[in-house]
């Protein structure tokens, strides 16, 4: 990895640059909720001043750019006794401006299942290969826990990196592409200065708020599979399935055909999913895996956690907490897995 | 028009409308780019909106509007004995919809409000289910015209249906919306049946229950946080009441 450093004006003039030609997606604010807090999304933009760097969290992931909530995989057009079937995933090249490093790390994670094995999802390789990925330091937000899961720190997944050192950028450079793009305007090359106050501001990003202690929680998870703990939460759950849609690695969906009204063509349609939503494990002939609530709340947490783990030996949460903030029941992983700890030592 | 290299049968369908505002029935003439397609499939017998012309020769009615006078039942009760399917299309067919609110009033009074010096004859409002065996619901104040047609689509084709049984909040999320709660409105959306694609609180107001509960609604949690959020009992109970899809659930 290379690293330079560039002025803000010149990051400003490289955005600029890059609009000419590209859709870029920023963190955008939209609004504020009735507390005053503001609320942000990934949005495209036209201009810079629609970008907010300096935001706290987005509402939603930026997995929706990756993993749409609904997305058509193949169409079939029907000619009498014949049909032709036409897949597309080409994608305009893009630009995904300001992610944290959580945000990023959970792209990482996608990649592992939608990449790798046998099978990879060439609707996914094809939007990822093509989003250019800019992220930026921050510090954590209220209510997440990236450290606890090692996810505030990322070292590769996007082309460039920025930490905030008041006049300009630290610049990690992780693709060529990268390296391409900075030669369109200045860029310096890092000096010991740089270094030591890139140091001292990543010293600075130290957690302010209180992180869940996460060590050993696939071994915590497999004792307490019977604990009450989860009857308490799952008592709360309203089985709505936001937490999966806001969650920045849920990548759960059902696929169905949709046949247009006249016969002519067909569709298959994937719509994300969610494991706690009341049909998530029924099955033909009527019976359902997953039944109750509690039992439902449980599974995600196993499979964020415990499951995704043992295969991938990180868990699959990035500590966004998105799901904790959504869940207007409050069902949040800090409480819960404090609650198990709790469990364990009573 | 064929379907896997068969004709379908093309069943014959007729439109009722009993105690409604008849919105139901202009959505199933609505959607312009399939309507072509839409009447393809089916053949309609009986439609007073888009027809003039009736036949008792029916396969499949659709019922819309609730039933609140002696002469509906009578009439319902002639179409079912009619109809080989009976669907309840819409919120006043499935729960009486918004006329159910007359109930929870003294009929007499509620007649002078609404008729003045000139009373009808009125009875206590019931949805279809109520009077005769339903089989298959509708939901929505108006029904979702894309919904109608997956419907049809399963009743003529036999392509799989399922109706979602997750709540409002699901898809509510799947358009990237804000929680109306953040915005300091009361919302049903977390116990209401999803399928609508949130139209609602996507476009700033908060979910009514036109569709009635979702599956295993966790009426509790909702009462609880809808409480917590500021909300009094008798606001809740209004909200519930509004399309009468929640009657008894509190």
């Known amino acids: 990895m290379l690293h330079k450093t560039i002025n803000k004006s010149e990051f400003r003039k490289l955005v600029d640059l890059l609009m000419e030609n590209e859709e870029v997606i920023a963190p955008k604010q939209i609004g504020s909720d009735i507390k005053g807090k503001a609320i942000h999304q990934y949005l495209p933009v036209s201009t810079f001043d629609e970008i907010d760097l300096d935001y706290e969290i987005t509402q939603y992931s930026a997995k929706t750019y990756f993993l749409p909530y609904c997305e058509n995989l193949s169409t079939c057009t029907f000619d009498d006794d014949d049909w032709t079937q036409n897949i597309s995933y080409r994608l305009q090249p893009r630009i995904l401006l300001g992610l944290h490093a959580c945000d990023i790390n959970a792209l990482l994670k996608l990649d592992k299942v939608m990449t790798r094995d046998s099978f990879p999802s060439p609707y996914y390789v094809s939007r990822r290969k093509n989003t250019f990925i800019v992220g930026i330091d921050h510090e954590p937000c209220e209510g997440g826990f990236c450290q606890a899961v090692g996810a505030d720190v990322v070292t590769h997944g996007f082309d460039l990196f920025l930490t905030d050192l008041g006049d300009r950028y630290f610049v990690a450079i992780n693709s060529d592409r990268g390296f391409n793009v900075l030669s369109r305007v200045r860029i310096k090359n890092i000096t010991q200065a740089d270094t030591k106050a890139y140091l001292e501001a990543r010293q600075a990003l130290a957690p302010v708020f209180e992180t869940p202690y996460m060590h050993n929680l696939p071994n915590l998870l497999d004792i307490e599979f019977e604990s009450p703990v989860w009857e308490k939460w799952g008592a709360k759950c309203l089985s709505c399935g936001s937490c999966a849609m806001v969650c920045p690695t849920c990548y759960c969906y059902g696929v169905g055909e949709r046949i247009s009204m006249d016969c002519s063509s067909s569709y298959k349609e994937k719509q994300l999913y969610s494991c706690n939503l009341l049909d998530f494990a029924s099955v033909s002939g009527g019976h359902n895996f997953r039944a109750k609530k509690e039992t439902r709340l449980k599974y995600r947490y196993y499979h964020q956690h415990r499951g995704f783990s043992e295969t991938y030996e990180e868990p699959l949460c990035v500590g966004c907490n998105r799901c904790g903030r959504v869940c207007l029941a409050g069902i949040n992983p800090p409480e819960i897995i404090k609650d198990l700890q709790l469990e364990g030592i009573r | ?250």
């Open chain 2, 1 to 250: 028009m064929k379907y896997l290299g068969i004709d379908p049968i093309k069943p014959k369908i007729a439109v009722f409308d009993f105690t409604s505002c008849e919105g139901c029935e202009l959505q199933l003439a609505n959607k312009e780019d399939t309507l072509a397609g839409f009447l393809n499939a089916v053949e309609i017998v009986t439609f007073r909106e888009i027809s003039s012309a009736a036949s008792d020769d029916y396969d499949i009615a659709f019922i819309e509007g609730a039933i609140s006078r002696s002469d509906e039942i009578t009439r319902l009760m002639d179409i079912r004995k009619k109809a080989k399917v009976l669907v309840a299309l819409g919120s006043c067919a499935c729960f009486g919809g918004v006329n159910r609110m007359k109930n929870a009033y003294d009929l007499n009074q509620a007649n002078r409000e609404v008729y003045g010096k000139i009373a009808k004859e009125t009875l206590p409002v019931r949805s279809v289910k109520e009077i005769v065996p339903v089989d298959l619901e509708i939901h929505g104040c108006p029904v979702s015209k894309a919904e109608v047609e997956r419907i049809v689509q399963h009743l003529v084709w036999d392509i799989p249906y399922t109706q979602p049984v997750y709540p409002v909040c699901f898809e509510c999320k799947q358009r990237y919306a804000t929680c109306s709660f953040d915005l300091g409105q009361l919302c049903l959306g977390p116990i209401t049946r999803g399928g609508c694609g949130a139209p609602c609180p996507v476009g700033g107001l908060s979910c009514w229950g036109c569709r009635g509960p979702s599956e295993d609604p966790n009426y509790e949690e909702f009462f609880r946080i809808a409480n917590e959020y500021g909300y009094g009992d008798d606001e809740i109970e209004e909200r519930l009441n509004f399309f009468g899809g929640f009657e008894g659930v509190r």
